[in-house]
């Protein structure tokens, strides 16, 4: 059985944060290693269970490796595609500097 | 009567008959929204009649239908009711959608839910929360709560949600009308904006059970669009509103009647299985023995589907920009950063937070691994129960619709009144709510029944059956 109890602590919720390409403000970080530390305290029930020889499911239908007709169809055009673009230039999307 | 507060199928009937024209349908529906939505806020746009109307040239259901604000329509602003999202008109339609314009459908407006669907009170609205039709103190449930509160106090005739994990079927239940969750796979999820891939569906919602079978009839099918979507037939669904149950098996789950659940919830569903009784089914207790593990497993695999789909949005392509004034770490990890958390609210933060922790490195076998191992027993409950069963019967919701802000601050609380709903999302199964009496503060109860996979047809008869013999559906709320 594997062990999954611990702490969450603020240095954890930070790092997730980061992960998630999220940057916390002012109580945000005190609140959600509360609500983080109360919801994966539920979770934890799960340790009760011995699934050691139980095939996880990741989607409920028999439904494997879908193909189609190597068909050309209507597709969105470059135009459309960068219309809702909050910055575009020369039909590219503009994003800040990266190196 | 006005003609809004009727069905969809009776107000075909008058229009096949020259009594009442599609336009005046719209205008009643258009004319209650002007007079109760400010209060009730279903929607958080109001089209005109352009949208939609008049595709299909002698248009064969030009019912007017609200449309949940997940559910991409062209050219009109789509947003998740998130921050994020505003100002993003998609350039195509949902499959949906197109399947109703050809049907001739009239779209209202959009309606309200919680940001990206996480909720389960419509109260995570960056537009503000809805009211139910009801008790306007009262939440409608969530997350399609504008659409069910819209269907509810005839602000339109019937309604589209999306159901992760009761998101339909709660709030039908809060606001007493149908909502129904097909099974995964039998309607199209392209254009649906994602929140869990493995658990989302578009459904109908609908003041009765025929109502239902006829949206569903509209939407269902196979999509070379979604790889997900099931080539299954699309059976007349009409035909299986049959008021009869005799020789059906219907399994009555021991777990889901015991703690948390309202006495007054509880009695109606009694009351709703001795009616069925009465009309010729059998009954039979029957064990689901994971089901104190469903939502712990769905909070879990749902979160870690919703931290990879909305990694999405980044401000490149639609939706907010921002940019901090100082640099933090680099130009553009600072425009991710702080376009995310201008544009997100709480719970979408809360639940990225939460999916991206559990597929991290060092806790992916500890929470997602394992919470895929679970929801495979949860699967094989039900596998084992409809071995001898045609269907599953319980309540929808352990309670009637909650005060706003009665669990705003607790989100554990919130989670934890999904708890009959999520197993049917986890599960794949379809699960229909139909209303099944009031309790004593008049607000509405539902009653649950599940079906094996592409049983929607027997959920029909079912519900049909208890709708002939009571009459909790034909109640209508006076605004």
């Keep these: 059985m594997t062990k999954i109890a611990k702490n969450i602590t603020k240095e954890d919720v930070q790092y997730i944060a980061s992960l998630s390409r999220v940057h916390l403000q002012g109580d945000e970080v005190e609140r959600l290693t509360k609500d983080l530390e109360n919801i994966l305290g ?58 | 009567m006005n003609i809004n507060q009727l069905t969809a199928h009776e107000i075909l009937g008058l229009i096949e008959t020259k009594k009442a024209s599609p336009r005046e349908v719209h205008d009643s529906v258009l004319r209650q929204i002007q007079a109760t939505d400010k209060e009730v806020h279903a929607y958080v746009r109001v089209h005109d009649a352009a949208v939609g109307a008049g595709e299909a040239g002698a248009p064969p259901v030009p019912i007017p239908v609200a449309i949940k604000d997940n559910i991409c329509v062209t050219g009109v602003e789509t947003t998740c009711c998130s921050r994020i999202l505003k100002g993003f008109k998609p350039p195509y339609d949902a499959t949906v959608i197109r399947k109703l314009k050809k049907s001739g459908a009239v779209f209202v407006g959009t309606t309200n839910m919680d940001e990206f669907a996480f909720g389960s009170s419509t109260e995570n609205s960056c537009y503000g929360p809805t009211r139910n039709p009801w008790d306007r103190s009262r939440v409608p449930g969530g997350s399609s709560g504008g659409s069910a509160a819209a269907v509810a106090g005839h602000e339109a005739i019937w309604a589209l949600g999306s159901d992760t994990g009761g998101s339909i079927r709660q709030p039908a239940a809060f606001c007493g009308v149908v909502g ?86 509880k009695q109606a569903v009694a009351a709703a299985i001795d009616v069925l009784k009465k009309c010729g089914a059998a009954f039979e207790e029957v064990s689901l023995p994971h089901t104190e593990y469903a939502i712990a497993t769905y909070y879990i695999v749902a979160t870690a589907e919703a931290s990879s789909n909305l990694a999405r949005y980044d401000g490149v392509r639609y939706g907010l920009r921002r940019q901090p004034k100082e640099e933090r770490k680099s130009p553009l990890i600072d425009m991710y950063e702080e376009t995310r958390d201008a544009g997100f609210g709480n719970e979408a933060k809360r639940r990225i937070m939460l999916g991206t922790y559990s597929l991290s490195s060092g806790y992916y076998d500890d929470y997602y691994l394992k919470g895929l191992k679970v929801r495979t027993l949860i699967k094989q409950d039900f596998d084992n129960v409809f071995r001898k069963c045609d269907a599953i019967l319980t309540p929808t919701a352990p309670t ?65 059956t208890y709708e002939q013999n009571t009459p909790w559906h034909k109640k209508r709320v006076s605004l």
């Design chain 2, 180 to 265: 129904l969750k097909p099974t995964y796979g039998r309607v199209s999820r392209y254009g649906l904006i994602a929140f869990a891939s493995s658990l989302d569906q578009i459904g109908p919602i609908t003041k009765d059970v025929t109502d239902a079978a006829l949206l569903l009839g509209i939407i269902a099918g196979y999509d070379d669009y979604d790889s997900t979507s099931a080539d299954v037939p699309v059976p007349d669904y009409t035909k299986a509103l049959v008021n009869d149950v005799k020789g059906l098996k219907i399994g009555i789950p021991k777990e889901y009647f015991v703690e948390g659940i309202d006495p007054q919830v």
């Design chain 1, 42 to 99: 539920y979770v934890h029930k799960l340790e009760k269970l011995d699934v050691r020889a139980v095939e996880p499911t990741s989607h409920v239908l028999p439904i494997h490796s879908v193909y189609r007709e190597d068909e050309v169809r209507p597709s969105l055009q470059q135009a459309q595609a960068t219309a809702l673009a909050v910055e575009a230039h020369n039909g590219f999307f503009k994003v800040p500097k990266v190196i």
């Design chain 2, 400 to 464: 009637t619709a909650f005060k706003i802000g009665e669990k705003a601050d607790d989100p554990l609380s919130m989670y934890l009144s999904d708890v009959y709903t999520i197993s049917a999302n986890l599960s794949g199964i379809p699960a229909i709510s139909v209303p099944c009496g009031f309790s004593q503060e008049g607000l509405p109860i539902g009653l649950q029944i599940l079906a094996k996979p592409f049983a929607e047809e027997t959920l029909f008869r079912i519900g049909y």
